[in-house]
């Protein structure tokens, strides 16, 4: 009996569908019987799709509610995963009768280098000839790499990807001086990065209420900055230089926005990007006007205010519900702070909310592992009560949280209420909430 597998890993495969959709109803490299990447080990990388020219019938992927025409709609929704995969008409010796899967050597194809070993669960040192991995053994030009497929053939390189740009992103703060982005791994198999000054990596960053255009590099222009790695190799770190903001200077309640571009050593320059994507492809890491504004989602932090003690919820203060989705609301404050000490919240009155915010995991600054409790101010009953379609009060991911009802270790004085008539819930705790 055939059983779906619960993890698929996939590395070095070429998945080519030539099939000609006059009539038919979908030609797909990547067909999928249920909807979403869940199942997708986080190792999958360095694949090869290709379906025909893009369109509504030549997908690269589709899994009966998703579909993606082109690499690019793949690789954004895909996310951290398959991030160096590929496209193109393989050039194989023959796709007719008597056929020859071998890869063509005469013809410059992404699949050459364009791998990665495979050393777990097991080590992948031959091809379906039996012929060596270069890769598994140094391979000159190689580096770590394979090729892509069944077949390892010293063939021509086509160096058509980017480089790959991983690093852990930044939290919030409270702190307003320069801050520095550590060990952002660039790598590039084939060609190498360009570490030159005026093309070596960049990080480009600005106020979310900044312009989401480049004017200029200085804190009289209204839109991006950048700023140059540090060193010359791999692990690279960036010095987010607040002087170079529109203003001079960041204050709390500012967000930032980044990102970290990389060249490499092609002869046309590839350029990548580890978060959202250019208005027009660059031709190099020195980008101008026409590159904006970046689209998707940059990644982001805030300069937050730092909180800690004892905070009063209820009528008469100034955060007033749990859930409100604005300054008056204890979750909201919280998932736009900084906790620098233990919190203490005493609920001094019946609480009306609106369900509109969760409590995520807080930032923390100092020691951490702070603990959040929430608790009555007296022995006096309060109603919290709502009428919210779903789970009234969710904890997504903040640990160390504590709802006790009890007055100094008696009673029970706190009373939850959600009166919606539509899937109504009081509590949720969600992705290792604890």
């Known amino acids: 009996m055939f059983r779906r597998p619960t993890t698929l ?11 000609l959709m006059t009539t038919g109803t979908r030609a797909v490299a990547f067909h999928k019987s249920s909807s979403g990447f869940g199942i997708i080990s986080a190792n999958t ?10 369109g509504t019938k030549n997908l690269i992927y589709y899994d009966g509610t998703n579909s993606y025409q082109t690499l690019d709609a793949y690789i954004a929704a895909i996310s951290t995963k398959d991030q160096q995969a590929k496209t193109e008409n393989v050039p194989f010796v023959s796709t007719t009768s008597p056929y020859d899967l071998h890869v063509s050597t005469a013809v410059a194809t992404q699949a050459e280098s364009g791998g990665i070993q495979v050393t777990t669960p ?63 791994v660039i790598t590039d198999i084939l060609s190498g990065i360009n570490t030159t000054s005026g093309t070596k990596p960049r990080l480009y960053f600005k106020k979310s209420t900044d ?51 990389a060249q490499d050593l092609a002869t046309t320059p590839n350029v990548g990007i580890n978060t959202g994507s250019f208005a027009a492809k660059p031709a190099s890491v020195d980008l101008t006007a026409t590159a904006f504004p970046i689209g998707g989602t940059p990644f982001s932090y805030g300069i937050f205010s730092s909180i800690a003690g004892n905070i009063s919820v209820g009528t008469g203060q100034t955060i007033t519900s749990l859930t409100a989705n604005n300054a008056t609301g204890l979750f909201y404050v919280l998932n736009n702070s900084v906790v620098t000490g233990n919190l203490t919240v005493s609920i001094v009155s019946d609480l009306t909310e609106t369900g509109a915010t969760a409590l995520n995991q807080w930032v923390e600054e100092g020691a951490g592992n702070y603990t959040l409790t929430i608790q009555p101010s007296n022995a006096t009953a309060k109603t919290i009560s709502g009428a919210y ?12 949280t504590t709802i006790n009802g009890n007055f100094n270790s008696l009673g029970k004085y706190l009373t939850f209420i959600n009166s919606s008539t539509s899937s109504p819930k009081v509590f949720e705790f969600l992705t290792g909430s604890g």
Do not use: H
């Not at 890993?9 to 099939?19: E, H, K, T």
């Not at 390189?157 to 790959?164: A, Y």
């Open 9 to 19: 890993d996939l590395r070095n495969n070429i998945f080519i569908n030539n099939s």
């Open 45 to 54: 990388n360095n694949n090869l799709y290709y379906a025909g020219t893009p």
């Open 122 to 184: 097991f080590a992948v040192a031959n091809d379906f000839d039996g012929d060596i991995r270069w890769g598994e053994t140094g391979y000159a030009g190689s580096g770590s790499s394979t090729d892509i497929g069944a077949d390892e053939f010293n063939g021509i390189i086509m160096d058509l990807t980017p480089p790959s740009i991983v690093y852990t992103a930044l939290t919030g703060t409270t702190s307003t001086s320069n801050r520095t982005l550590t060990n952002v």
């Open 211 to 261: 312009n989401n255009a480049y004017v200029g590099n200085t804190s009289a222009d209204n839109g991006w900055k950048w700023v140059e790695a540090t060193g010359n190799s791999s692990p690279f770190s960036f010095i987010v230089d607040y002087s170079k903001l529109n203003g001079g200077s960041v204050a709390a309640n500012d967000v930032i926005q980044y990102f970290v571009i």
């Open 389 to 400: 379609a779903g789970s009234l009060i969710r904890i997504n991911g903040a640990d160390r």
